[in-house]
Each structure stands twice: as C-alpha cells, then as structure tokens.
C-alpha cells in the first residue's frame, strides 16, 4: 500500500515570499503518480500539479513546481511568490490502483500554510 | 459552472438519524469516488463507481453506509442510523476514464455534524 507523510503539520511565511512544502512517500510500484491538491477554507480540493514518476523533469504550473527526487522518495511543492490567497491547506497525494485500472488517491495529513502580509 | 457539485453543502442531524447526500460530477467522467475527510485529515477512500457499477469499497464503509450512481450520473451516499464518529466532510470527485495524470475533480464537500 501507497503511504504519504507530510511532516509540516504549519508553515508561515511572508508574502511574496518562495515557500516549500515537503511530502514523502512509500511505494513498491515502479510506476506512480503524485498529486498536490489545495483545499482553501470552502472545503474544495483544487488540483495544482502532477509528477509522473518517469518523467525527466520536474513538472511545473505557474507559480508552482515540484521538487521530485525520486532516489529520496521526496515530492516538495514550491511556491514561488507567495500571495495571500495562498493562504490554505495542501495535501500531499499519490495514485493507488484499486481495481479494472482505476485508481484511489492516497493522502498524507496535510500542511497549513499561512501568508502574513 | 461545470464543476463537480455536492448538495447538500452542511448537515446537522441527531444521532441515530439517517442522511443522504447528493453529488452530481462534470457530465463527461465515467468514474465517481468518494472520500471521507475528518478534522486534521487528509480525505480517505470510500468507494468507487465506474458507470452505475460500484467496484470498490473501502473497509472504513460499514453496513451503515450505502452508495448508489442510478443510470451513471449522479450519486447518492446513505448513512443509516447515524453515530458521532460519523462527523466528518464527505468529499465527491470525478475523472475521466485511465490516462496517464487521471486528475480527479473534487466537489465542495458535503459537512456533516452528528449531535
């Protein structure tokens, strides 16, 4: 089974500041996916960006990237330029196949982020 | 909007009482997923409907609960005679069929408060 830990249960930052959220997983599978999802206040899950685990590069999505380092098992999302509403949960996710090839998401606990003017 | 949508948005209800929630995801996706999300947690699996076929359930889905996607459109959960511990989010998502990213679209949540 997938497992996902997200180690940084607060982080605070100035804005327009770079801001990096760590995620690490656990998987036995050759071929995965991870997500990054932000859940503002309303209670949504938006979706921010994927990293495949054969892609060469790091994915990136406007002020966002992925730090990928498949070796460390590590999958950091970056913000660059922080602004105030990206003042938010953020979950750490990754593809668990269940059955007939679809797949379950699997999510670590999640980091508060919070921007101070 | 053409979003995933999930009525209704909050619920109170007293114990032992039954609810049932409504999502309605984007018209194109094949595949339905709901997840449970409590307070300081991420959301868990419940169950999985490819079409009207539901074909995966999570052990976290006891007999208390039921799913239902009539004609592979909307979906209904159930929860009958409802406990405390059942005070959570409830979290709809849908996607399309395989792909390589097959991003799942996530509703607003359905907040559930048992009394």
């Known amino acids: 089974a997938q497992k996902i830990t997200q180690t940084q249960p607060g982080m605070f930052v100035q804005e327009k500041e770079a801001v990096t959220l760590d995620c690490t997983y656990d998987?036995?599978?050759?071929?995965?996916?991870l997500f990054w999802y932000k859940q503002p206040s309303s209670g949504e899950m938006i979706f921010l960006i994927y990293?495949?685990?054969?892609?060469?590069q790091n994915a990136t999505e406007g002020r966002y990237s992925l730090n990928f380092q498949k070796a460390r098992k590590s999958a950091n999302l970056v913000i660059s330029a922080s602004q105030l509403g990206d003042s938010a949960m953020y979950f750490c996710a990754m593809r668990e196949e269940i059955i007939q090839g679809a797949q379950k998401l699997v999510f670590g606990q999640g980091t508060r982020l919070t921007i101070n003017p | 909007d053409t979003g995933v949508s999930q009525d209704p948005r909050h619920k109170i209800t007293k114990r032992g009482q039954n609810v049932t929630f409504r999502c309605d995801p984007i018209?194109?996706?094949?595949?339905l997923y709901w997840y449970r999300q409590t307070l300081g947690q991420g959301p868990e699996f419940l169950t999985y409907f490819q079409n009207e076929a539901q074909l995966e359930k999570s052990r976290l889905l006891s007999d208390r609960f039921s799913a239902e996607r009539p004609k592979g459109s909307f979906s209904t959960l159930e929860i009958q005679r409802t406990e405390q511990g059942d005070s959570a989010m409830y979290l709809c998502?849908?996607?399309?069929?395989?792909?390589?990213?097959?991003?799942?679209?996530f509703g607003p949540g359905t907040r559930l408060t048992v009394l």
């Open positions: 998987t036995s599978d050759q071929s995965y996916g």
């Open positions: 998502a849908s996607s399309f069929t395989s792909g390589r990213r097959s991003e799942q679209f």
């Open positions: 018209s194109e996706h094949n595949r």
């Open positions: 990293q495949g685990s054969y892609d060469e």
